[in-house]
């Protein structure tokens, strides 16, 4: 069965640190890859996309992989703040689902100061 | 910034009772999507509409889930009727084109409780 898995379990760092997320698939065939932010009782809200064809995209302290190989994307943010907490959610679009994103479950992170 | 309008933001129903929840996309967007998130899950596909077209509602438990968007704009989404288990969000997304290519725009959702 197609699976999209995040850790389950709060990821806690110090401040200044670079937090590093796991997005991992099995029984897919993505053409996309998304990666939202969550805040509580918000919805989510869009941060980078990836293509199949692209191994890694970045936008400001943000920097996503993408390794069809593995069936995995990484997900960092460089020097982070406390800001930065939230749960964040990869989502993917797979070739044979009209493009229609599914989410991971999502990763909450804590940045401590 | 453009916002997807949700409301009610939180709504509370007695189980067995109907319930509806309205979403106004960003102008222009195509492309509307409601999802279902239960605390601590990701959210999941319910319906995509394109335009006033029906993409895809494979997910949609149609005995009592119900949704239309008649003229290609706002939509509504019904429940009826609810059940313990449809405590959840209820989230509206659009996006400007069909396929994740682009990035959706969520609104803040609906809050429901069944009791």
């Known amino acids: 069965s197609q699976k999209i898995e995040q850790n389950s379990e709060a990821l806690n760092i110090q401040e200044g640190k670079t937090a590093t997320l796991t997005c991992n698939y099995t029984?897919?065939?993505?053409?996309?890859l998304q990666w939202y932010r969550q805040d509580p009782g918000r919805g989510p809200v869009f941060l980078l996309l990836?293509?199949?064809?692209?191994k890694e995209k970045r936008k400001e302290r943000l920097k996503v992989t993408f390794d069809t190989t593995l069936k995995q994307s990484l997900f960092h943010i460089t020097a982070s703040q406390p800001a930065d907490s939230a749960t964040y959610l990869c989502a993917l679009a797979a070739n044979n689902a009209g493009n229609m994103l599914t989410f991971g479950g999502g990763t909450r992170l804590m940045v401590k100061p | 910034e453009a916002e997807v309008a949700q409301s009610p933001r939180y709504k509370i129903t007695e189980k067995s009772q109907a319930v509806a929840f309205w979403c106004d996309p960003i102008s222009g967007h195509a492309t509307l999507y409601w999802y279902r998130q239960i605390l601590g899950q990701g959210p999941e596909l319910l319906v995509q509409f394109q335009d006033e077209s029906v993409v895809d509602d494979s997910q949609l438990p149609k005995d009592r889930f119900s949704a239309e968007r008649l003229k290609g704009v706002d939509s509504t989404l019904k429940i009826q009727p609810a059940e313990l288990g449809d405590s959840a969000m209820y989230l509206c997304?659009?996006?400007?084109?069909?396929?994740?290519?682009?990035?959706?725009?969520f609104g803040s959702g609906t809050r429901l409780t069944v009791v």
């Open positions: 997304a659009s996006s400007s084109g069909q396929g994740a290519d682009y990035g959706y725009t």
């Open positions: 029984n897919y065939s993505p053409a996309y």
């Open positions: 990836i293509r199949e064809n692209e």
